[in-house]
């Protein structure tokens, strides 16, 4: 395919629990499947037959964000870890 015509599709209503990824661009595939770990779900890969490569993946309704794809989550420790840190540059409040 030309760089035209290779595209990511988005897909969801209301009703679902996850949002469908369809995409032949490979960075965005790349940027999914660093995601695995996170609870994005590769259903299926390939190649067309003229060499491009395709996915598509799952993405919990609880990890989407339309305005920033899937969201970044911080562990208890990460955010303690970070709070810390602001206070010893001198951001903020300590509690």
Partial sequence: MIASERETTITYTDDDEAVQVYTCIRRDITALKKKLS?????LEEGTHLDGTAYAKFQVPMRLWSISSGIKRTVSDAEKARRR????ERG???KT
Avoid at 38 to 42: A, D, F, K, M, T
Avoid at 84 to 87: G, N, S, V
Wanted: no cysteine; charged share 15%; aromatic share 8%.
């Fill in 91 to 93: 951001f903020g409040q």
């Fill in 38 to 42: 996170r609870g994005v779900v590769l």
């Fill in 84 to 87: 810390e840190l602001a206070l």
